[in-house]
């Protein structure tokens, strides 16, 4: 499936062995399509991410199974996709914005609710590893801009261009007309957001982006904002969005879908709950834009939903790395 095949009109934007420990579950999906998001019996451990990123998640479950922690899974699961050239709107070969700028936009959160995201960073290809930074190493949650390429510099990140021939060729064609209809994507690399719970059934999660294509220079969506783009709460689960940032941002989408678990929502139900959130808000525009959202609870049950066809969670679990095509809600032809 290729990037722009969603956009159906000019305006719709936008093998490893799971070893570990075993958790009933019984909280049950109300999603007409049941089966493609919950499981009732969870093993640990388990990664899911946005989109389909089989690469990530096997890497992030590779670092499970060698016992890591559900931080440094997040971690270099993300990373992989940072790498990834042909990944248009992550780390390295990220769309720019209309300047041509390719700016990053990343965050990080760990078990304990310490977290760190970086803004509007520019020629640093691992941007989730600069925020887990800015998480470790310094008093802050967030730096920007030049200031987050400073840090990254005085941690040892080497700077480099990231504008790939084939980002370049692109915007020279985006230029010709210069029209800004933010694309939201259905490709098999993209914005990605990992969460993973480890062995001992913590979790983590983290979020990386190079935005929405041909941005506002300076323009920073959802995915670095702890809440909106973002949220973990170990004792309750996770969630992480992907989409037009903005309409995240104004719901703080990731930390709703949190709070609807605490109150007894399987993760299928809060996101969909989220989701209807903004698609019932007076005057919705969503026709013309996409969000997701996947989660995860403490019982290892897992749920994922978005406003239009095309959004898919890959999971790791089980042995079993595999994309998990959404259910959504717009089901009006497009
Ligand atoms: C943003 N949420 O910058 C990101 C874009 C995205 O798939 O998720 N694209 O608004």
Not at 144 to 150: F, H, L, R, S, V
Not at 179 to 201: F, R, S, V
Not at 252 to 281: D, H, T, W, Y
Request: a negative charge.
């Amino acid at each position: 499936m290729k990037r722009r095949n969603f956009i159906k009109n000019a305006t719709l934007s936008t093998a490893g062995l799971a070893v570990g420990s075993t958790i009933a579950s019984c909280a049950e999906s109300n999603s007409e399509e049941k089966k493609t998001t919950s499981t009732s019996m969870a093993s640990l451990p388990l990664v899911i991410a946005t989109w389909h990123v089989t690469e990530s998640t096997a890497k992030a479950m590779e670092v499970l199974q060698a016992g890591g922690n559900a931080l440094d899974a997040v971690e270099q699961g993300c990373m992989i996709e940072e790498a990834n050239e042909k990944g248009q709107s992550v780390g390295k070969g990220g769309l720019p914005d209309r300047d041509g700028n390719v700016t990053l936009d990343a965050c990080i959160m760990d078990k304990n609710g310490n977290c760190g995201a970086v803004v509007y960073l520019q020629n640093i290809t691992h941007a989730v590893s600069v925020a887990r930074k800015v998480m470790e190493d310094t008093p802050h949650v967030m730096l920007a801009g030049e200031g987050a390429k400073q840090f990254a510099i005085s941690k040892g990140f080497q700077p480099e261009d990231l504008l790939t021939d084939a980002s370049k060729a692109a915007w020279e064609k985006w230029k010709i007309e210069a029209k800004y209809k933010p694309i939201i994507n259905i490709e098999n690399h993209d914005t990605i957001g990992m969460l993973a719970i480890d062995k001992n059934g913590d979790i983590s999660g983290a979020c990386t982006t190079s935005g929405l294509a041909y941005k506002m220079g300076g323009r920073v969506g959802d995915s670095p904002i702890i809440g909106s783009g973002l949220f973990v709460d170990n004792e309750i689960g996770a969630a992480v969005a992907t989409g037009l940032g903005e309409e995240v941002v104004k719901t703080v989408g990731s930390f709703l879908v949190v709070e609807l678990m605490r109150q007894g929502k399987s993760p299928q139900e809060a996101c969909e709950e989220a989701i209807s959130r903004i698609v019932n808000k007076p005057n919705s525009d969503y026709k013309n834009f996409q969000v997701g959202y996947i989660a995860v609870n403490k019982q290892g049950e897992t749920g994922s939903y978005s406003i239009h066809q095309w959004f898919s969670m890959t999971k790791f679990q089980d042995g079993v790395n595999e994309q998990i095509q959404s259910n959504y809600f717009n089901k009006t032809k497009e």
